[in-house]
């Protein structure tokens, strides 16, 4: 056998392994955030209780709980669990900052996002709620009439609100904060809307 007919008798064997060899590889990266030993639901988990909007201290080199945090950027995060009813998200937006919410499932995919440009009337009202309870609450609304909170179907049962207020300065870090400081997150039973 020459080896011309030797490489081109064995080139469906290559192609082959080259196929499965990617594909494992493909499949082995997508499952890593759920096989992940700490993801970003257990790392927050030290800031404080599930279902409570916590402050983060200021990002400095070495000491971060999630990667690629800007230490021009006040933060917090509300951790929640929609088992006993849908999460209420509030804020009073303080100033002119930019500040942005971005809700993600637990296993940190993020399925809304919204910045102070989105706010009415210098507030955030929010509801995080699964199917079940968005229908329950649209069953109780008056019609005709549109519903006063922003209602986010989460993804997941459990999952996280990341909140980010920008200091444009340095100067301005205490005033970012103070809007973080602002928001508030708890579950509130559906017999209480």
């Known amino acids: 056998m020459s080896p011309r007919s030797r490489v081109v008798a064995e080139r469906p064997w290559v192609i082959t392994a080259l196929v499965l060899a990617a594909a494992v590889h493909l499949v082995a990266v997508l499952m890593m955030p759920r096989l992940a030993q700490k993801d970003a639901f257990l790392r927050l988990a030290a ?62 995919k993020i399925f809304y996002a919204l910045t102070d440009k989105a706010a009415q009337h210098q507030d955030f009202d929010i509801y995080v ?15 005709d009439e549109p519903p006063k909170a922003l209602r986010v179907l989460a993804q997941e049962r459990r999952g996280f609100v990341f909140a980010r207020a920008l200091s444009p300065l340095p100067s301005a870090y205490e005033a970012a904060a103070e809007q973080i400081a602002a928001i508030h997150c708890d579950i509130e039973p559906l017999s209480t809307q």
């Open 47 to 108: 800031v404080g209780p599930i279902n409570t909007f916590h402050p983060l201290p200021r990002a400095l080199p070495g000491t971060e709980l999630t990667p690629f945090n800007d230490p021009a950027t006040a933060m917090g995060v509300c951790r929640y669990d929609l088992a006993a009813g849908p999460l209420h998200v509030r804020a009073k937006l303080i100033g002119d900052g930019f500040v942005s919410l971005s809700f993600h499932a637990r296993h940190d």
């Open 129 to 143: 709620v699964t199917a079940d309870q968005l229908a329950a609450m649209q069953a109780k609304d008056v019609p």
